[in-house]
């Protein structure tokens, strides 16, 4: 916390000198440029904060409209119960597949885990440490698991969101069944980009101890 607190007053002090260094566009108005940023952890948050926010602020989204798809109607509502059995079949049909892909995917992400690990602890990105095998080991595990989260989340939303839009198509018009499909497919979207955003910046910002800027970006 107290290196988190350093740092942070760090940046601001250097944001600060750099405002007052005066250079400047034709206008004479500052120009922080960020080589003036000799502190490569500074450097590293200036530039990864702005992600990390746009992700969380991405899965804030997802999280209200996968609520306000789960409100809308279904079958039981418009007394058509045969719909959500079609649905759930559906449904079920796609989390086993899911299941049945994932299983073939963790031997796949355990070999090249392994070889990545091998690889990176024999030529290291630095010589004088011996942990970048499992850093890079660590980043593709990390990678492996959001991947296989969003492809989850995605089957789950777009699979909650079919019954609803034939729903909504069949109480209302084509343009309501819209509204909710895109409801859906946007709550599946922006799973995958905050989860990325998130993922890659929290990566990247694990891996920057005692590493350059470029080194770090080596490992994700």
């Not at 260094?21 to 502190?39: C, E, H, R, S, Y």
């Not at 109480?171 to 989860?195: C, E, I, Q």
């Amino acid at each position: 916390m107290a290196r988190l607190c350093g740092l942070a007053a760090a940046t601001a002090g250097l944001l600060t000198h750099a405002a007052a260094a005066k250079t400047a566009k034709d206008d004479g108005t500052p120009v922080l440029k960020i080589n003036d940023i000799t502190d490569d952890m500074a450097r590293l948050v200036i530039c990864a904060v702005p992600l990390l926010i746009m992700g969380i602020f991405s899965l804030i989204f997802v999280a209200v409209i996968t609520s306000m798809l789960r409100k809308k109607p279904v079958g039981k509502d418009i007394d058509s119960a045969r719909l959500d059995y079609l649905a759930g079949k559906v449904k079920t049909g796609s989390i086993a597949f899911l299941k049945e892909e994932y299983k073939f995917l963790a031997g796949y992400v355990c070999v090249w885990a392994i070889v990545l690990l091998i690889v990176f602890s024999v030529k290291k990105i630095e010589e004088k440490d011996d942990t970048d095998g499992v850093r890079c080991c660590a980043c593709f595990i990390v990678g492996a698991l959001l991947s296989g989260s969003a492809g989850w989340f995605g089957m789950t939303v777009a699979t909650d969101g079919n019954v609803r839009t034939t729903v909504a198509c069949a109480t209302g018009s084509l343009n309501d069944g819209l509204r909710v499909a895109f409801m859906a497919g946007s709550a599946m979207g922006f799973g995958v980009v905050g989860l990325a955003s998130v993922g890659f910046t929290v990566m990247v910002m694990c891996m920057a101890p005692n590493r350059q800027q470029y080194q770090a970006m080596e490992y994700v």
